[in-house]
């Protein structure tokens, strides 16, 4: 069974769930309050996922939230200036329902704005105690050790899966940092002979196999699928359950 991380003393199963899909309504306010008692205590979510709807559902499932429970938001997509991460922010708290958010992450860098202007501005909500942990989402090595010189860096969140391994170094980095690694987009691009044996092997969907091979790639490393279905939510889940053998990893890699 794969070994959970912690996160300012909070225990996480190294499954998430992203919801960039995710609308209110009383089906996906079902999905949540049942992932969360399902054991999944880490969410992922946007300012601008489904125009604040996610955001909106996901505070509407679940205020208050409970101590354990992680959910992680972003602002700064397309404006990466002080007053407008700012603004974004405030309007998270308020569709999360909440004075506080768990990890917030800077959503990528304004290459108008220094990373430094614009994480300053999350730092200095930091300080005020109304964001928990930063993160930051696509950045590269380099900029991930610039991101710290500002502000301490819970989770790095870029886009990797099995078939999409462009941030190799920014994986082992986070591993060597003891940084979460939030890869989005995890089951993107899978498929193939290979992957559906190994599942064949394992008595598992290639959906699970795929997310245990993101598990046994690194320590630190927190897959979040979405999706829509409690279906899928438990399936994802059961990936925690699969140990692969070096060989299985080495033919999947």
């Given at each position: 069974?794969?070994?959970?991380?912690?996160?300012?003393?909070?225990?996480?199963?190294?499954?998430?769930?992203?919801?960039?899909?995710?609308?209110?309504?009383?089906?996906?306010?079902?999905?949540?309050?049942?992932?969360?008692?399902?054991?999944?205590?880490?969410?992922?979510?946007?300012?601008?996922?489904?125009?604040?709807?996610?955001?909106?559902?996901?505070?509407?499932?679940?205020?208050?939230?409970?101590?354990?429970?992680?959910?992680?938001?972003?602002?700064?997509?397309?404006?990466?200036?002080?007053?407008?991460?700012?603004?974004?922010?405030?309007?998270?708290?308020?569709?999360?329902?909440?004075?506080?958010?768990?990890?917030?992450?800077?959503?990528?860098?304004?290459?108008?704005?220094?990373?430094?202007?614009?994480?300053?501005?999350?730092?200095?909500?930091?300080?005020?105690?109304?964001?928990?942990?930063?993160?930051?989402?696509?950045?590269?090595?380099?900029?991930?050790?610039?991101?710290?010189?500002?502000?301490?860096?819970?989770?790095?969140?870029?886009?990797?899966?099995?078939?999409?391994?462009?941030?190799?170094?920014?994986?082992?980095?986070?591993?060597?940092?003891?940084?979460?690694?939030?890869?989005?987009?995890?089951?993107?691009?899978?498929?193939?002979?290979?992957?559906?044996?190994?599942?064949?092997?394992?008595?598992?969907?290639?959906?699970?196999?795929?997310?245990?091979?993101?598990?046994?790639?690194?320590?630190?490393?927190?897959?979040?699928?979405?999706?829509?279905?409690?279906?899928?939510?438990?399936?994802?889940?059961?990936?925690?359950?699969?140990?692969?053998?070096?060989?299985?990893y080495r033919e999947l890699s």
């Amino acid at each position: 069974m794969s070994e959970p991380l912690t996160l300012d003393g909070i225990e996480l199963p190294r499954i998430g769930l992203g919801t960039n899909r995710l609308t209110e309504g009383p089906e996906n306010w079902e999905l949540l309050k049942t992932a969360v008692d399902a054991g999944l205590n880490f969410i992922d979510t946007a300012h601008g996922y489904t125009n604040g709807e996610s955001e909106r559902t996901i505070g509407s499932a679940l205020a208050p939230f409970r101590e354990n429970l992680v959910v992680a938001t972003k602002g700064g997509y397309r404006d990466g200036r002080p007053d407008a991460i700012s603004a974004q922010i405030e309007e998270s708290l308020q569709r999360l329902q909440t004075d506080a958010i768990p990890l917030y992450y800077l959503h990528r860098p304004d290459p108008e704005v220094p990373l430094e202007t614009s994480l300053g501005a999350i730092s200095d909500y930091r300080d005020q105690g109304t964001i928990r942990h930063v993160g930051i989402s696509n950045f590269g090595v380099e900029q991930i050790e610039r991101a710290r010189q500002v502000v301490p860096i819970a989770a790095v969140q870029n886009h990797y899966s099995r078939t999409e391994r462009e941030h190799e170094d920014v994986v082992d980095r986070c591993a060597e940092a003891g940084i979460i690694f939030v890869p989005y987009f995890p089951l993107r691009g899978q498929g193939g002979r290979v992957l559906t044996e190994v599942a064949r092997r394992h008595d598992a969907t290639p959906e699970q196999i795929a997310l245990a091979w993101l598990l046994k790639r690194s320590p630190t490393m927190l897959p979040i699928p979405g999706t829509t279905s409690i279906e899928h939510l438990r399936d994802n889940l059961g990936a925690l359950e699969i140990e692969l053998s070096d060989a299985d990893y080495r033919e999947l890699s």
